[in-house]
């Protein structure tokens, strides 16, 4: 196949697009780089079977190249990210799943949407199944991103009832692993950090929120599987083990052997209370189900922070 993935140079989208690298097939990746990385993207240019298009999907673009699929995974995915350049989350969300599709539709290629828990909000269902329609502040400081989402898969819907295109929309739920962006923050990423530099550990609130963590080999293998399914309708594809915050710091502690303190900072604004998907469909119709446990996760990740922190601050020692 040959397939097109926006946000490529990205967290998740670099490793999907690995993904489909290994397995053959021929990837162009689009990315405008205002949350991409260039060292993912030097990744992916080892291999022989990808090319780089950088732009922003936002904009539209024409491709000469046959395609037997689309992968929108462009948009920034981190709170830092999305409250800085709310309008651009929401283009990108909007224009830009608008603009992927219409790729699709005139390749006649099949469309996978990355969409996430997001669109669930601060739930009143746990754990979260796909059938349940969120509880979403529209005008809070998340909603840039939380809408674009759920707007993303209104299109998408529109486009596979109204054109005929054949889509895919997964729900990502916290994903983690090598090719986070330091200070990206996010949880995961934010302890790891913290742990390692000897800092505290910022814990918001209480700490008795919780999340669901996947790291992003299992994130990918159950995003591949869905591409190449039958389902059109949204899937969840997370680890339903759930922790809460003050856990996760705890057991990144254990892993990294810091003796960091923990540290309690005030709520931000429509944090979620509970997070955890129902992967009950994803067991079913992908035979899928994460396998990596979150201290073995922490532990794959810690070597790829501990060089990016050595990196940062052997060019730091030379400014």
């Not at 990837?27 to 030097?42: A, K």
């Not at 969409?115 to 529209?138: A, C, F, K, M, R």
């Not at 469909?281 to 990016?308: K, Y």
């Amino acid at each position: 196949m040959r397939v097109l993935v926006t946000g490529a140079a990205g967290f998740l989208g670099s490793h999907l697009a690995e993904r489909f690298l290994q397995e053959g097939h021929e990837v162009i990746g689009l990315d405008n780089f205002v949350t991409g990385s260039r060292d993912n993207s030097v990744i992916l240019e080892a291999f022989e079977g990808f090319r780089l298009i950088e732009h922003d999907i936002s904009k539209p673009i024409y491709l000469d190249e046959d395609l037997d699929g689309v992968l929108h995974f462009a948009s920034p995915a981190s709170p830092v990210d999305y409250l800085e350049i709310p309008i651009q989350t929401l283009k990108v969300g909007s224009l830009g799943t608008h603009n992927a599709l219409g790729i699709a539709l005139a390749k006649g290629a099949r469309f996978l949407l990355a969409s996430t828990s997001e669109v669930y909000g601060d739930p009143l269902v746990h754990p979260q199944t796909e059938t349940y329609w969120g509880n979403v502040n529209p005008i809070g400081v998340r909603g840039c991103y939380d809408e674009a989402k759920r707007f993303g898969e209104a299109m998408t819907m529109a486009y596979h009832r109204h054109h005929g295109v054949d889509t895919r929309i997964v729900r990502i739920f916290n994903t983690y692993g090598p090719r986070m962006r330091p200070g990206d923050g996010r949880v995961v990423s934010n302890f790891i950090v913290q742990a390692l530099r000897g800092d505290a550990l910022s814990v918001y609130g209480d700490g008795s929120q919780t999340r669901s963590f996947c790291y992003v080999d299992d994130e990918v293998d159950g995003i591949y599987r869905l591409f190449d399914s039958d389902r059109s309708e949204p899937t969840n594809i997370g680890n339903p083990n759930e922790f809460t915050i003050r856990e996760l710091a705890q057991i990144v502690l254990e892993e990294t052997g810091s003796e960091s303190a923990i540290e309690s900072l005030p709520l931000p604004e429509d944090d979620p209370r509970v997070r955890r998907p129902d992967i009950s469909v994803a067991r079913q119709v992908l035979g899928w189900e994460p396998t990596v446990e979150i201290q073995e996760g922490i532990r794959r990740t810690l070597p790829f922070f501990e060089r990016e922190l050595a990196r940062h601050d052997a060019r730091a020692r030379t400014i």
